[in-house]
C-alpha cells in the first residue's frame, strides 16, 4: 500500500475518497529505559532506548492505519500525519492517520 504526505498522487488519479483512517498505540517506558534515559540525559547524547522505543511505536501506528485502510478497500492513503500526546507520566500515545483512497485503474482511464 502506497503512503505518502502529500494530498495528490503524481502518476496516479484518485478515484475514490474512502475516508479518514487511523492507527493508534499507547507505548510506556520500563524501569530499566527510565534509568538509562536518565543516567545518559546527565551526561547528553541520544538516548538509543527511547529512539527504539518511538520508532517500534511508529510502525505499529502505520501497520493499524494500513489495517485500517484496506478494511475500506484502499490502495494508498494520502495527507499521512503522525501525532503524539502524552497519556500519563511514562507512556505516549502515537497516532497515524491519513485519508484513504481508491486510485482508478489504467483500465478505467482508458
Known amino acids: ?8 498522487l503524481f ?3 484518485i478515484a475514490e475518497t474512502l475516508g479518514l483512517v487511523r492507527g493508534t498505540t499507547v ?4 524501569l530499566g529505559s ?12 541520544e538516548v538509543h532506548e527511547y529512539t ?5 511505536a511508529r510502525e505499529e501506528a ?3 492505519m494500513k489495517a485500517d485502510a ?9 495527507g499521512f500525519r503522525f501525532a503524539t500526546s502524552e497519556v500519563a507520566a511514562s507512556a505516549a500515545e502515537v497516532v497515524a492517520y491519513g485519508t484513504a483512497v481508491r ?3 489504467n483500465a478505467e482511464s482508458s
Not at 484496506?70 to 494520502?78: E, F, M, N, T
Open 1 to 8: 500500500m502506497l503512503i505518502v504526505t502529500t494530498n495528490e
Open 27 to 30: 507505548r510506556s517506558r520500563h
Open 70 to 78: 484496506l478494511a475500506l478497500g484502499a490502495d494508498a492513503v494520502v
Open 103 to 105: 486510485l482508478r485503474s
Open 52 to 56: 527504539k522505543i518511538v520508532a517500534e
Open 34 to 45: 527510565s534509568l538509562i534515559g536518565f543516567m545518559k540525559g546527565l551526561v547528553g547524547g
Open 62 to 64: 502505520i501497520d493499524r
Open 11 to 13: 502518476g496516479s488519479e
